[in-house]
């Protein structure tokens, strides 16, 4: 895997930029569907992997050992997990996603797993 800059990431979220950019468009809602539903998948959609990032930004910040230990710092790293936590139970984003499955039909034939695991 090539190294990870904060260009690479600035690229992802202008990738999320230009996909709200199009639905404002108001494309098929198949294709609509299609282009959203990797972003809501359960397992690997975007709640999940951005609570997973909260997680390992406050680990990698606790764990360092260049990292002052403060009162403040504590506070913060926990601010983070709790943040992670809220990320990750969008549980209304299932329900929403099924609804849109059997809508539209899947596109990924309801696979879990990232695009470099499928």
Same mark, same amino acid.
């Given at each position: 895997m090539p190294p990870l800059t904060p260009d690479?990431? /600035?690229?992802?979220? +202008? *990738?999320? #930029?230009l996909l709200t950019d199009y639905l404002r468009e108001?494309?098929?809602p198949e294709e609509a569907f299609?282009?959203?539903?990797? =972003?809501?998948d359960e397992y690997t959609g975007l709640p999940v992997q951005f609570a997973d *990032? =909260? /997680?390992?930004l406050a680990r990698a910040l606790q764990d360092h050992p260049d990292v002052p230990r403060t009162l403040a710092?504590?506070?913060?790293?926990? +601010?983070? /997990?709790?943040?992670?936590? +809220?990320?990750a139970d969008q549980h209304s984003l299932h329900g929403v996603l099924d609804g849109l499955r059997e809508l539209?039909? #899947?596109?990924?034939?309801?696979e879990p797993g990232c695009g470099r695991c499928r």
């Open positions: 690479t990431i /600035r690229a992802a979220a +202008e *990738t999320l #930029s108001n494309p098929a299609a282009l959203a539903e990797p =972003l809501l *990032t =909260l /997680r390992a710092g504590d506070l913060l790293i926990a +601010e983070l /997990r709790t943040a992670a936590w +809220e990320q539209y039909g #899947s596109v990924a034939g309801g």
